[in-house]
């Protein structure tokens, strides 16, 4: 049957004549006040055995009428006070009372002897041991927590015997198994847990010397710095200065592990907590190592004593540093996705290059200095919560592309803007960092799929947004174009990418959009205008095309000049006054813009403010003289702009 746990009672010492003596020795060189309190604790302790062997004894003494007449304390005062030889049970004592005098005198091994002799002795033995074996297993366990508490000689031999009792119980387990007795039966004898108990009360006293981290608002790297550095100079050297009475009695393998066991559970408490960030379990790593150095040191130098013992073992170290890098490794992951996260936030500006590189490298540097092997996989798994972050933001992008509504252009060129970011990040990643083929095909995918759907609606969005003000803007004095122009000017002007591919190719697209929603509005107006309105459009599309103008080459800078022009043509061509120079201006346009159709300019001839019969008959045949079909489908302005031909009046007149 499993025994219950038992109380730290004081040791009860005495009945040794060996050890009565030096406790005499002791007390003559002690001062007076710590000679009386020897005294007061020698009472107690007394009082304390008295008391258990009177329990004991009205269950396990047959004498149990002598119990009743003289009383338990009696009794239990009576057998403590009695003398025992030490070569063997004094003549005719009952067994039960040697036990007890065995038990309070520190002689752990004669008492499981004896308890184990009568454990077999038959009759009631059985119930009787496993009460003998309660009583010294609570006294063995009293003599470790007085060794604990400090470093007194005279707990030497006690100490020894719990060492040598612990040795029998695993003799006589092995002698069991080794003669066919039930597993079971063994299992649950009761001296096969004093092992395991032993372990436990080590486990907490020790773990009661560890100072508590946190408890105050104070837990930064200092913080922690200072409290690594009392678990070496306080915790280990107190344990240390216990562990020599420990070795001499047999104990010290249990002691050591114990002592590493509770090491490890409270270095394993703090890289648990969630608040601990990367740099913190980056300082439990680093001085787990150095307690290994320490340690592996001290055994490769002879004659050198090492700082501690106790330090560290191979498999606590080993255990350390794993679950250390494990909590490593996932706080780099989650560190370095709510950085990405927040650098790459659709509603604020982008950030910059080095920024993102930085969240992406800073910590396998920090890695660096204390292991290349643990740098290598936080640098791994950093790219990996990248291409996780890549995965996470397409998604995000693809959710933000489906809103109700047209989401604003300056968020979508932040968007895209985000995605230059990553490019440029990424390539540079590729020469600091080991970055795999398949990552990089991962990546680039990620932003090749990103940037052509954002691409894609943007130019959707513009599209939208220049009908929408251009459908009425020959007819109104203020259609809102302008106003438009600025706007999006103002866009291009906060991208931050302006050296990049895309950016040139959007600048570009935009242009080819504005001109050819713009041509779609000037030549759909409504026919005979009157001399005034044809005098307002052509002054709008003067001022339209300055403005155009201004806002591209700012935006393109000298890319600008390779931009298709048709507006500038047909403003040269509607403002040249006499019909041989209209000829001339009309041959580039034909020739640039070779998709341009007969009503395509008939159109555009009915804005000139004054042209008669024969220069339209004339600049018609001119037309028809020299127009072309487009061997190729670049620079097809005009194809897709439907023009209703003009009805002439039953005259043939222009004017009716």
């Known amino acids: 049957m499993r025994k219950t746990k038992h109380s730290w009672a004081a040791f009860v010492g005495g009945g040794n004549k060996k050890g009565e003596k030096m406790a005499g020795e002791n007390a003559r060189i002690l001062p007076k006040a710590t000679h009386e309190e020897r005294k007061k604790q020698e009472v107690k302790r007394k009082g304390t055995l008295k008391t258990l062997a009177g329990k004991l004894l009205k269950t396990v003494v047959g004498g149990k009428e002598m119990v009743e007449k003289v ?141 508590l981290f946190g408890s105050s608002d104070n837990t930064d790297e200092t913080a922690l710095k200072q409290h690594l550095n009392h678990l070496e100079t306080t915790f280990l050297h107190s344990l240390e200065h216990r562990s020599d009475i420990f070795k001499e009695a047999g104990l010290l393998i249990t002691y050591a592990r114990c002592c590493h066991a509770s090491l490890c559970s409270h270095l394993a408490t703090l890289t648990d907590s969630n608040c601990f960030s990367f740099s913190q379990s980056l300082l439990i790593y680093e001085w787990s190592i150095k307690m290994y150095k320490s340690g592996s040191q001290a055994c490769v130098r002879p004659g050198h004593i090492p700082q501690h013992r106790l330090s560290l073992g191979a498999q606590c170290l080993v255990w350390i540093l794993l679950k250390t890098e494990e909590k490593l490794l996932a706080i780099a992951r989650k560190e370095v996705g709510e950085a990405l996260k927040e650098a790459f936030d659709i509603g604020k500006p982008p950030c910059a290059d080095a920024a993102v ?12 200095r204390v292991s290349e092997s643990l740098s290598e996989k936080v640098e791994a798994e950093c790219l990996e919560e990248c291409l996780r972050f890549l995965e996470s933001y397409e998604d995000e992008v693809r959710n933000f592309l489906q809103l109700d509504g047209c989401p604003k252009i300056c968020s979508s060129l932040r968007i895209l803007e985000n995605c230059c970011l990553l490019r440029t990040v990424w390539h540079k990643l590729t020469y600091i960092c080991s970055v795999s083929t398949e990552q990089n095909i991962k990546v680039n995918g990620f932003l090749h799929r990103m940037e052509d759907d954002i691409m894609e609606h943007f130019l959707q969005t513009i599209t939208s947004k220049v009908k929408g003000t251009l459908k009425d803007h020959f007819k109104k004095c203020d259609s809102g174009f302008d106003h438009f122009l600025e706007s999006l000017n103002q866009s291009f002007l906060t991208f931050g990418k302006k050296k990049t591919d895309i950016y040139e190719a959007l600048i570009k697209a935009v242009n080819a959009i504005i001109i050819t929603e713009y041509m779609q509005a000037l030549l759909t107006t409504p026919r005979k205008p009157s001399a005034m309105q044809r005098r307002r459009i052509v002054n709008k599309i003067e001022e339209d095309h300055r403005m155009m103008q201004t806002i591209f080459k700012e935006c393109l800078g000298p890319a600008a000049g390779s931009l298709k022009d048709p507006i500038k043509a047909i403003l040269e061509l509607i403002q040249t006054s006499d019909p041989e120079g209209m000829k001339i201006a009309l041959l580039p346009i034909l020739k640039e813009f070779p998709d341009l159709r007969k009503e395509h300019l008939s159109a555009v001839l009915d804005i000139k403010d004054v042209l008669n019969r024969e220069d339209r008959a004339a600049l018609l045949k001119t037309f028809h003289d020299n127009c072309r079909e487009s061997e190729t489908e670049a620079n097809l302005l005009f194809a897709d702009i439907e023009v209703k031909p003009r009805k002439y009046g039953l005259c043939g007149c222009l004017c009716c």
């Open 71 to 211: 009383g338990a304390e009696d009794v239990a005062g009576n057998l403590l006070k009695r003398p025992i030889n030490k070569k063997g049970v004094e003549k005719g004592m009952p067994a039960e009372e040697t036990i007890c005098r065995f038990i309070e005198q520190g002689r752990f091994l004669e008492a499981c002897e004896q308890i184990h002799n009568l454990e077999h002795s038959g009759n009631d033995g059985m119930k009787k041991s496993e009460s003998l074996y309660v009583l010294l297993a609570e006294q063995m366990w009293t003599v470790v927590g007085e060794a604990l508490g400090g470093s007194d000689r005279m707990l030497l031999e006690p100490l020894q015997s719990v060492g040598e009792s612990l040795k029998w119980e695993k003799q006589k387990e092995a002698e069991w198994l080794g003669n066919g007795l039930e597993t079971e039966s063994v299992s649950t004898w009761s001296p096969n847990f004093w092992r395991k108990d032993l372990e436990e009360k080590l486990m907490q006293y020790m773990t009661a010397q560890i100072p």
């Open 357 to 368: 590189i930085e969240i992406l490298t800073e910590k396998t540097e920090a890695a660096r």
